[in-house]
Nanobody, 127 residues
């Protein structure tokens, strides 16, 4: 079992920055691909960013490319999401997710592929 807990959400103005953190506990953090998803009110959950278990391969949704950066600290069993130049359309509950994936150069982009989820953290960007 893997337990995930997000933190770092909050209220920020357009153009501002936030850093989200996802702390993992329980089973080994290794060989688990991880990702960030978000869900805005009235919308379906969508992929934001993902990382292979080594952290060397990452991917982003087109809507956040160039603004968000995902990273992992294997020693601290954490995943970070640095969010810059935030826009009102980034307002959502952000979730981290994890799933076993031994391929060091791969990650999933479909939420159905992830087995473990955090409770979410609210990000609100005011205009």
């Amino acid at each position: 079992q893997v337990q995930l807990e997000e933190s770092g959400g909050g209220l920020v103005q357009t153009g501002g920055s936030l850093r989200l953190s996802c702390a993992a506990s329980g089973q080994t953090f290794f060989t688990y691909a991880m990702a960030w998803f978000r869900q805005a009110p009235g919308k379906e959950r969508e992929f934001v960013a993902a990382s292979s278990w080594t952290g060397t391969v990452t991917g982003y949704a087109d809507s956040v490319k160039g603004r968000f950066t995902v990273s992992r600290d294997l020693a601290k069993k954490t995943m970070l999401l640095e969010m810059n130049n935030l826009k009102p359309e980034d307002t959502a509950v952000y979730y981290c997710a994890a799933s076993y994936l031994s391929d060091s150069a791969a990650y999933y982009v479909e939420d159905g592929e992830y087995d473990y989820w955090g409770q979410g953290t609210q990000v609100t960007v005011s205009s």
